[in-house]
């Protein structure tokens, strides 16, 4: 009954591979982030999609590469892994994209604890 | 450029005291502020706020909003050893839907 669900939740890896993580989400929301949480614990946004569609690219590396097959999955793809890349990645969603109209805010997943080596 | 500051950074106090967490805002164009409780793993949704002066409350937890000083506080009263987490508050960002979160602040409640 996981609304926002991201796999893995641990990755290790080496550095200069490629990974991916997979984000679902089950509540009929329209819209799917992505957020960087670094060491310090601060949130920060990489991505928004809303139905399927890129709304959100912050100045975040080439590297980086969403993908939103349909409006309930929003996949990341890291291409060439960087040590400075190890962080915590959060999944949310929302279920407009302007959430002024009473929305209940975002829903996360519980995150994938990514660490390079 | 726009900013969320929170204060304290991190916080210790006993069961039963009641804590008051800090969140100022600098954005235009302000639509909302939200708070958030994020324990061991993702954050979990506590309140949104759009209007000025009106409490919202759940439980021991209360929050109002002051959109002419620019910020917002967070009340947990009674605080429990499960109110220890990091809380964090976003605003959207000036003339776009993306929120930017401060950096929240550590609460540690000790029995």
């Known amino acids: 009954d996981t609304a926002v669900s991201q796999t893995p939740k641990y990755l290790v890896t080496q550095m200069g591979n490629d990974k991916s993580i997979k984000c679902e989400q089950n509540l009929g929301h329209d819209t799917m982030y992505w957020y960087k949480q670094d060491s310090k614990k601060f949130l920060k946004i990489m991505f928004s999609y809303n139905n399927k569609e890129l709304i959100i690219n912050e100045t975040v590396p080439n590297r980086f590469s969403p993908k939103s097959p349909d409006k309930a999955h929003l996949n990341l793809h890291i291409n060439s892994l960087e040590l400075g890349d190890s962080a915590v990645y959060f999944c949310a969603s929302s279920q407009e994209f302007w959430q002024g109209r009473g929305g209940g805010g975002y829903t996360f997943g519980s995150g994938t604890r990514l660490t390079v080596v | 450029e726009d900013k969320v500051v929170q204060s304290p950074l991190s916080l210790v106090v006993h069961e039963g005291d009641t804590v008051t967490l800090n969140c100022s805002y600098e954005v235009t164009n302000f639509r909302s502020l939200l708070w958030y409780k994020q324990e061991k793993k993702a954050p979990t949704f506590l309140f949104m706020l759009t209007s000025s002066g009106i409490e919202k409350k759940s439980g021991r937890l209360s929050s109002i909003l002051d959109k002419k000083e620019l910020f917002s506080i967070l009340n947990i009263t009674a605080t429990q050893t499960g109110d220890s987490a990091i809380y964090l508050c976003?605003?959207?960002?000036?003339?776009?839907?993306?929120?930017?979160f401060g950096t929240g602040t550590r609460l540690k409640v000790l029995a």
């Open positions: 976003a605003v959207p960002t000036s003339g776009t839907y993306k929120y930017i």
